[in-house]
């Protein structure tokens, strides 16, 4: 079968047609929204603090509910939570969307939205993530996660710039409304899904089954030490967001030309979907890692020669092999991590992976004002690269395999 017929059949799978238009919905909304909210909270107050504000308290409770997010999915069912976090997603933003156009929204008002917003967020991310294997055969899993990844890398292109418009015509309020119908929309497009319930756990309490999860993450070796790694690379890769905005600026690139920078990675990423329909990822983690070591690629040409041909081609490059392992490592998680314990697996990697963000965001201006800022980018892309290469140490990383499922069946 050619890669558009794998990807034909997998849409063909009922419960996975109705989550793939689901998260389109979703994903469309969500993208506009990054645009819609900040233009809605700079209506209310035009302090660049007050945007931060009402950020940090979605992101906030992201962190601090993701355990929990994953307990619950284990415990009450993958759609069911999606269903419900939709519905509280949407009318949160409804609620925002309503003060915003009436005039009488308080900065307060948005922060405690926002922070419901973001539980919404840290609750649904690991059903999210855990789900796939419940909708398609396993021998689907790549051209189904191919597809949801093909999906996101376009809404990313677009989105931003149908919220920009709708903005500028209808008005941030209204921009934000759309987002919030988008999540009731999502939620009643999940109801035909049918997938069966968890199977009952002898666990009494929260506590224990988070328990559960964690003996289960720290003896599963290749799984801590990729959660570990990237707890570090996430904070150098603010290095990028943070300091490459300021070569571009004070060099030749200039502010369009770190945008084209941006979107090189984009396309990078969306064209490299496409090659993943067509090429199996056997060994998942070993690609998947060898792959990410390129993402350090833009920080070291920002280091050494900030040229905008170079930066962009580096981009490119970097776009492509993050994809490689975005689906490597969730072909790993879903074919590996028994189904019961999957959501739990998927919150401890985003909380191991998320947290140290913000060091790295607090850390990398002032080294840069102190050591150089081309000086900082690069080490943070060599550290970068050598810690990628160096996961490939453990033989739990470099050896792991996908799961013969014709094996599996017989």
């Given at each position: 079968m050619t890669a558009r017929g794998d990807a034909l059949a997998t849409l063909r799978e009922p419960n996975f047609r109705f989550y793939f238009f689901s998260r389109l919905v979703n994903g469309a909304g969500s993208t506009m929204a990054s645009v819609a909210l900040a233009f809605a909270v700079l209506e209310v107050?035009?302090?660049?603090?007050?945007?931060?504000?009402?950020?940090?308290?979605?992101?906030?409770?992201?962190?601090?509910?993701?355990l929990v997010g994953g307990v619950i999915a284990d415990r009450f069912g993958r759609t069911l939570v999606l269903?419900?976090?939709?519905?509280?997603?949407?009318?949160?933003?409804?609620?925002?969307?309503?003060?915003?156009?009436?005039?009488?929204?308080?900065?307060?008002?948005?922060?405690?939205?926002?922070?419901?917003?973001?539980?919404?967020?840290?609750?649904?991310?690991?059903?999210?993530?855990?789900?796939?294997?419940?909708?398609?055969?396993?021998?689907?899993?790549?051209p189904a996660n191919v597809l949801m990844s093909m999906?996101?890398?376009?809404?990313?292109?677009?989105?931003?710039?149908?919220?920009?418009?709708l903005v500028v015509t209808v008005g941030a309020g209204w921009a934000v409304a759309v987002d919030?119908?988008?999540?009731?929309?999502?939620?009643?497009?999940?109801?035909?899904?049918?997938?069966?319930?968890?199977?009952?756990?002898?666990?009494?309490?929260?506590?224990?089954?988070?328990?559960?999860?964690?003996?289960?993450f720290r003896s599963t070796t290749w799984l801590w030490l990729i959660v570990v790694a990237f707890g570090v690379l996430n904070a150098l890769h603010s290095g990028f967001?943070?300091?490459?905005?300021?070569?571009?600026?004070?060099?030749?690139?200039?502010?369009?030309?770190?945008?084209?920078?941006?979107?090189?990675?984009?396309?990078?990423?969306?064209?490299?979907?496409?090659?993943?329909?067509?090429?199996?990822?056997?060994?998942?983690?070993l690609w998947g890692m060898l792959g990410c070591a390129f993402f350090g690629l833009p920080m070291l040409v920002l280091g050494l020669q900030p040229n905008l041909v170079a930066v962009m081609v580096a981009s490119f490059v970097s776009g492509a092999g993050i994809e490689v392992f975005s689906l490597g490592w969730n072909l790993a998680m879903q074919e590996h991590v028994p189904d019961e314990?999957?959501?739990?697996?998927?919150?401890?990697?985003?909380?191991?992976?998320?947290?140290?963000?913000?060091?790295?965001?607090?850390?990398?201006?002032?080294?840069?004002?102190?050591?150089?800022?081309?000086?900082?980018?690069?080490?943070?892309?060599?550290?970068y690269t050598v810690i990628c290469l160096a996961t490939l140490g453990s033989r739990s990383v470099r050896d792991l395999q996908r799961v013969d499922h014709a094996a599996t069946a017989g």
């Amino acid at each position: 079968m050619t890669a558009r017929g794998d990807a034909l059949a997998t849409l063909r799978e009922p419960n996975f047609r109705f989550y793939f238009f689901s998260r389109l919905v979703n994903g469309a909304g969500s993208t506009m929204a990054s645009v819609a909210l900040a233009f809605a909270v700079l209506e209310v107050s035009h302090s660049p603090t007050a945007l931060g504000i009402v950020l940090a308290a979605e992101s906030i409770p992201l962190v601090l509910f993701l355990l929990v997010g994953g307990v619950i999915a284990d415990r009450f069912g993958r759609t069911l939570v999606l269903q419900v976090c939709n519905v509280s997603a949407g009318l949160t933003q409804l609620a925002v969307a309503g003060l915003v156009i009436s005039g009488v929204a308080q900065l307060w008002q948005l922060v405690v939205l926002s922070a419901l917003s973001g539980t919404a967020m840290a609750i649904s991310f690991p059903a999210l993530a855990s789900v796939m294997p419940q909708l398609v055969p396993r021998d689907k899993l790549q051209p189904a996660n191919v597809l949801m990844s093909m999906q996101r890398g376009t809404l990313n292109v677009i989105g931003p710039t149908i919220g920009g418009v709708l903005v500028v015509t209808v008005g941030a309020g209204w921009a934000v409304a759309v987002d919030g119908l988008t999540y009731l929309f999502a939620a009643a497009l999940l109801l035909p899904v049918k997938i069966p319930p968890p199977p009952r756990t002898d666990q009494a309490s929260m506590v224990g089954e988070l328990r559960e999860g964690w003996r289960y993450f720290r003896s599963t070796t290749w799984l801590w030490l990729i959660v570990v790694a990237f707890g570090v690379l996430n904070a150098l890769h603010s290095g990028f967001n943070t300091l490459g905005p300021v070569v571009a600026v004070t060099t030749d690139i200039g502010e369009a030309g770190w945008g084209l920078i941006l979107s090189a990675g984009a396309v990078g990423l969306l064209v490299t979907t496409v090659v993943m329909l067509r090429v199996p990822l056997n060994r998942p983690l070993l690609w998947g890692m060898l792959g990410c070591a390129f993402f350090g690629l833009p920080m070291l040409v920002l280091g050494l020669q900030p040229n905008l041909v170079a930066v962009m081609v580096a981009s490119f490059v970097s776009g492509a092999g993050i994809e490689v392992f975005s689906l490597g490592w969730n072909l790993a998680m879903q074919e590996h991590v028994p189904d019961e314990m999957l959501s739990r697996a998927y919150s401890y990697d985003a909380l191991g992976s998320f947290v140290a963000i913000p060091v790295g965001q607090l850390a990398v201006g002032p080294l840069g004002a102190a050591f150089g800022v081309q000086e900082v980018l690069l080490i943070c892309g060599v550290a970068y690269t050598v810690i990628c290469l160096a996961t490939l140490g453990s033989r739990s990383v470099r050896d792991l395999q996908r799961v013969d499922h014709a094996a599996t069946a017989g």
